[in-house]
């Protein structure tokens, strides 16, 4: 069974940072895909950041330069490192995990809000 588990979200103030990990098990992690995803109240879900099991990163436009995602297969970890963060940056985050044959797995998310 996989297992997806974010943690480290916080509160934090306009201009901080704060670095969400999420942690894997149940699947092959060095062969996956991964991604942050985050959503807000009364808005849809949409894509932050990106890994591929090559090490290839992509960013939502939104927060490129100021976000990094990064990952370590040896420990079936993925982290988002926030930096510079805006309140507009509130929102819940989530960790996706997509293996090989394409099955996509989710966490329960963690809360980031930013107070201006």
């Known amino acids: 069974q996989v297992q997806v588990v974010e943690s480290g979200g916080g509160l934090v103030q306009n201009g901080g940072s704060l670095r969400l990990s999420c942690a894997v098990s149940g699947m092959i992690f060095s062969l996956n895909k991964m991604a942050w995803y985050r959503q807000a109240p009364g808005k849809q879900r949409e894509l932050v950041a990106t890994?591929?099991?090559?090490?290839?990163?992509d960013y939502a436009e939104s927060v490129k330069g100021r976000f990094t995602i990064s990952r370590n297969n040896a420990k079936d970890t993925v982290t988002l490192q926030m930096n510079s963060l805006k309140p507009e940056d509130t929102a819940v985050y989530y960790c996706n995990a997509v293996d090989m044959s394409g099955i996509s797995s989710w966490g329960q998310g963690t809360q980031v809000t930013v107070s201006s």
């Open positions: 890994i591929t099991r090559f090490g290839t990163k």
